[in-house]
């Protein structure tokens, strides 16, 4: 089976929350997204924005793991939304600003709208552009066949 590379979308203060329960949520708790990587992918968190709820930007690679649980299953996180979530092994990273490596990342095809590419809160990107953002997280690439 091949290893495939994901880039899901959301806010810094989202993402910790994730990192800290060893678990993805994408697209607002959508089951679709997370259906579509395997056991052994790689998941890497682009966050636009520091909070959900407010403005200030981040604009950084905020974290980085590997899809470890098989299943995709719904949490309730508080009465009448049970977004659905799927276990990842997140290593320790450094957040990485997206501004210095624009210029390098082939899925950003209009270097002057970058954040353009994000916009469908979860995508697929080459073996190489993993490669770019994990050296600018963890300093080198991880092993990952």
Same mark, same amino acid.
């Given at each position: %089976? ?22 993805? &949520? ?10 579509? %990587? ?20 981040? &604009? ?15 949490? @309730? ?8 979530? !799927? ?11 997206? !501004?210095?490596?624009?210029? &390098? ?20 990107? &080459? !073996?190489?552009?993993? @490669?770019?953002?994990?050296?600018? %997280? ?8």
């Amino acid at each position: %089976m091949t290893t495939r590379f994901w880039i899901g979308v959301a806010s810094r203060e989202h993402v910790r929350l994730g990192v800290a329960g060893g678990f993805s &949520q994408l697209c607002h708790g959508k089951a679709h997204p997370l259906k579509r %990587m395997a056991v052994g992918d790689w998941l890497i968190y682009y966050s636009p924005k520091e909070r959900f709820e407010a403005n200030a930007p981040c &604009q950084k690679f905020t974290a980085i793991g590997k899809v470890v649980g098989h299943e995709v299953y719904p949490f @309730e996180m508080f009465p009448g939304f049970v977004p659905y979530r !799927r276990n990842i092994d997140f290593l320790e990273a450094d957040d990485a600003p997206i !501004r210095s490596l624009i210029d &390098q990342l082939s899925f950003i095809k209009d270097k002057n709208r970058w954040g353009y590419a994000f916009r469908f809160g979860h995508l697929e990107i &080459q !073996r190489a552009d993993f @490669e770019i953002i994990s050296t600018g %997280m963890l300093g080198h690439i991880p092993v990952y066949d």
